[in-house]
């Protein structure tokens, strides 16, 4: 029988692979990353989409060959579900920073915040918080506000997909928000409590899903830890690609970097498999059918 190629294999016996982990509170997504990455042995990893220490939830864990779609995997839709107080600022945004401010809370009513909730969906401009990863001039920003230095963070356009009302009760909102990459809920709280004239900052933040991983279960990092969580397959990322499988000649001559004809192949991004199931390359295939290989992978996918 043909294995299912996105079916995950036991953790203790894969290298390469994603690793759907839902990240504890507390922790950095690098230091969760270090931890899967030396209890399954692999030489290289990375994540698609940093976590703050004070969410949990989904962070795709990328092992060995798998690193090689984090650029993929980054770009993709997201989802959260996040907790916020109204009436208290502070210089990160969320509960894990200082008090900077805030005002008396308004009356809301779920009506009240639904028009407001709408101007924020869409294609919107946003100011990243101050405390963030995103770099200037090579130094993370977090680190230059930590020190005290002057944060000059410019707008960005970023797509917010949806925003659900779940919660409303004196000071405490709840959302969920579907959203694209480089979105920051944190500073999407904050334009809430701007706007409200209160101020806001998260207190809770879980990231429920990330696309194409929206049906798959997460697992606990003591699952990692112990041996017993599933690694899935680097094609499990791929999920939505085009396939093809390669003849002999063709498999080798990508394998040696040679120009090859994918004939019969539609024009566009291509996920080439050597057998069903093993990852070969990722290549672009020209009108004419030339292919150019854009990721070649090695035989453990």
């Given at each position: 029988m043909t294995p299912d190629p996105s079916s995950p294999s036991p953790s203790g016996t894969a290298r390469s692979g994603i690793v759907l982990l839902d990240k504890p509170a507390g922790m950095s997504s690098n230091a969760a990353l270090q931890k899967v990455r030396r209890a399954l042995g692999a030489a290289k990893a990375g994540h698609a989409g940093t976590l703050d220490p004070?969410?949990?939830?989904?962070?795709?864990?990328?092992?060995?060959?798998?690193?090689?779609?984090?650029?993929?995997?980054?770009?993709?839709?997201?989802?959260?579900r996040v907790g916020a107080r109204l009436g208290v600022t502070t210089d990160s945004y969320d509960a894990?920073?200082?008090?900077?401010?805030?005002?008396?809370?308004?009356?809301?009513?779920?009506?009240?915040?639904?028009?407001?909730?709408?101007?924020?969906?869409?294609?919107?401009?946003?100011?990243?918080?101050?405390?963030?990863?995103?770099?200037?001039?090579?130094?993370?920003?977090?680190?230059?506000?930590r020190?005290?230095?002057?944060?000059?963070?410019?707008?960005?356009?970023?797509?917010v997909h949806g925003i659900g009302l779940v919660a409303l009760a004196g000071d405490h909102l709840e959302l969920e928000v579907v959203c694209g990459s480089g979105t920051y809920i944190r500073s999407l709280v904050h334009d809430i409590g701007q706007t409200l004239g209160c101020g806001a900052h998260v207190t809770s933040l879980r990231r429920l899903w990330v696309d194409p991983f929206r049906e798959r279960p997460m697992v606990a990092l003591d699952a990692v830890l112990a041996g017993t969580a599933p690694v899935l397959p680097v094609l499990a990322g791929l999920a939505g690609w085009p396939t093809l499988v390669a003849g002999p000649e063709q498999a080798m001559a990508i394998r040696q970097g040679r120009p090859v004809a994918l004939t019969g192949a539609a024009p566009g991004r291509l996920a080439v498999l050597a057998a069903p199931g093993e990852l070969l390359a990722l290549v672009e295939v020209a009108g004419d059918g030339g292919a150019r290989s854009l990721r070649v992978f090695n035989p453990v996918c």
């Open positions: 004070l969410a949990t939830g989904m962070l795709p864990v990328l092992l060995g060959e798998a690193t090689k779609i984090a650029g993929h995997l980054l770009g993709k839709d997201k989802a959260y894990d920073g200082s008090v900077t401010g805030g005002g008396p809370v308004p009356e809301l009513a779920a009506a009240d915040l639904r028009p407001l909730l709408d101007r924020l969906t869409g294609r919107i401009r946003q100011r990243p918080p101050a405390f963030s990863a995103l770099k200037q001039g090579g130094v993370p920003l977090y680190r230059r506000a020190r005290g230095e002057p944060v000059d963070v410019p707008e960005r356009e970023v797509d």
